[in-house]
């Protein structure tokens, strides 16, 4: 059974930097899609960033390029977004989310995602 823990969302001037953790267990892949989603009041959830786990390859949105980067610790397990530069329209619940190659029903950056976690705030004031 994949679960997933987030940690580390919580509120943040404009400007200023947070960043996400987010470990994985029960998965027996060596290789795998890790992603990034958040969702916005009044708005669909939608991709932030992925990453392939032990290729490193990475994909994001176009609205956090340059100021979000996702980078892993294999040993760990563990996927981190690193957000700076944040804004108020960042301002939403971010989701950690694994790869589930069967049944997943949410395509991004080339991977399809099926496990989630339990959701994080973030919020970002003017």
């Known amino acids: 059974q994949v679960q997933l823990v987030e940690s580390g969302g919580g509120s943040v001037q404009a400007g200023g930097s947070l960043r996400l953790s987010c470990a994985a267990s029960g998965y027996t892949y060596s290789r795998y899609c890790m992603g990034w989603f958040r969702q916005a009041p009044g708005k669909e959830r939608e991709g932030v960033a992925r990453?392939?786990?032990?290729?490193?390859?990475?994909y994001y949105a176009d609205s956090v390029k340059g100021r979000f980067t996702i980078s892993q610790d294999n040993a760990k397990n563990t996927v981190y977004l690193q957000m700076n530069s944040l804004k108020p329209e960042d301002t939403a619940i971010y989701y950690c989310a694994a790869e589930e190659r069967m049944y997943g029903v949410t395509w991004y950056g080339g991977c399809r995602f099926g496990y989630w976690g339990q959701g994080t705030q973030v919020s970002v004031s003017s």
């Open positions: 990453i392939v786990t032990g290729g490193g390859s990475t």
